[in-house]
């Protein structure tokens, strides 16, 4: 943790659970627990998991030019988010190259919330405010618990009215336990699930609270890392992890195009004046690779970047992987040349302990229609 300069409230409690703190974005995060990560992954997709996701970055905007400056730094058109609602966007550079990734969050006419991850989110934030009547503030005394999973709306139903009436992407000012809070319809699971603002002097308090009360309805904790079995299956990206800052071009330097991601529908129908907005479109129909699925024979997962071959010519890499003990399949996340990433193109994956044979599928595995995570009621 030598590099971390974010502290969660929570860090006693991870510790308690068996986590030495990894550095994650800055925070000491849980990324290991004293138990199966399997647990976590069933808990997550059969019932409902918590988790402390404080170590994304939250940054509030505010004043007359809030929105102008959202509008320049990324990818949405912003006008059609009102208060109460949210939308993800991504953040190019000047070379129409993705840089990050956030959720934003309308909270009044000229307010707003950002969150993003470890990219420059903040610094390309920083660059459109210049010049401009608007305020940026860092804020990591908002601590994010983040309750995922088809128990977690019956839970909060308990406690928060009208919870089950807020609509996928959407969020609510109101109060838990006598708490004040923001909760958010959103997560990163592909399940139905929350996410719960909170001050740092409270989150100790709501996460005991909904750990207890909620354990006879098969709540459990879960670290950070449990994301990784989740988001394989659900197509859920995760910078630097499956980006060209891992896995660089030979001769090129890192950025990949959201044409390459799959994250193009990030892009407001006919938005322009973003920044990047012109290399983004001229870069349409020139992808170097395509970010796709790959399914693996037999119960082993891919290693962390093993290289995926097609007829004996590497053709790409996996960048995240797992096997699930719900639908008894390994599979993964790849970056796969182009004419690589067609439904069931035969594969090789080439493991530390050996090859084993694969093919390319269309993501995400699972719930392709996203009805889980925008069920109604």
């Given amino acids: 943790m030598t590099a971390s300069w974010r502290f969660s409230t929570l860090a006693d409690r991870h510790r308690a659970l068996g986590s030495k703190l990894e550095d994650w974005s800055g925070?000491?995060?849980a990324w290991t627990y004293d138990k199966d990560a399997d647990e976590e992954y069933v808990a997550i997709r059969t019932k409902a998991g918590l988790m402390d996701v404080s170590g994304l970055k939250k940054v509030h905007i505010t004043g007359p030019h809030a929105s102008h400056?959202?509008?320049?730094?990324?990818?949405?058109?912003?006008?059609?988010?009102?208060?109460?609602?949210?939308?993800?966007?991504?953040?190019?550079?000047?070379?129409?190259k993705f840089t990050d990734d956030c959720i934003l969050y309308r909270t009044g006419p000229n307010a707003w919330m950002v969150v993003h991850g470890s990219g420059t989110g903040h610094e390309e934030l920083q660059r459109a405010s210049v010049g401009r009547d608007v305020s940026l503030r860092f804020d990591?005394?908002?601590?994010?618990?983040?309750?995922?999973?088809?128990?977690?709306?019956?839970y909060l139903a308990k406690h928060v009215p009208g919870i089950r009436d807020l609509n996928y992407f959407h969020h609510m000012q109101t109060q838990l336990f006598g708490f004040p809070v923001m909760i958010s319809r959103t997560g990163y699971t592909g399940e139905r699930g929350y996410e719960i603002f909170c001050r740092g002097q409270d989150a100790g308090t709501i996460w005991d609270r909904i750990l207890d009360d909620g354990k006879s309805a098969g709540i459990?904790?879960?670290r950070f890392t449990t994301l990784d079995m989740l988001r394989v299956e659900s197509y859920l990206l995760f910078y630097p992890y499956d980006n060209s800052q891992k896995y660089p071009f030979e001769n090129e330097g890192p950025g990949d195009t959201l044409w390459e991601l799959g994250l193009d529908f990030t892009v407001s129908p006919g938005k322009t004046g973003f920044r990047g907005a012109e290399e983004h479109y001229r870069l349409k129909g020139k992808e170097r690779f395509k970010i796709y699925g790959v399914l693996l024979d037999g119960k082993e997962p891919a290693d962390e970047g093993a290289p995926v071959y097609r007829d004996g010519k590497k053709v790409?890499?996996?960048?995240?992987?797992?096997?699930?003990?719900l639908v008894e399949k390994s599979m993964g996340i790849a970056r796969l040349d182009v004419d690589c990433a067609v439904k069931d193109t035969k594969l090789e994956i080439r493991n530390k302990s050996g090859s084993i044979k694969a093919a390319a599928q269309p993501l995400p595995f699972d719930d392709p229609k996203k009805t889980k995570r925008t069920a109604k009621g």
């Fill in 69 to 96: 400056l959202i509008d320049l730094a990324t990818t949405r058109d912003v006008e059609k988010i009102y208060p109460g609602k949210s939308a993800y966007a991504c953040m190019l550079n000047e070379a129409g």
């Fill in 220 to 222: 459990i904790p879960c």
């Fill in 27 to 29: 925070m000491g995060t």
């Fill in 316 to 325: 790409g890499v996996v960048t995240c992987a797992m096997y699930s003990p």
């Fill in 140 to 154: 990591d005394n908002l601590h994010d618990l983040s309750l995922q999973g088809p128990a977690a709306v019956d």
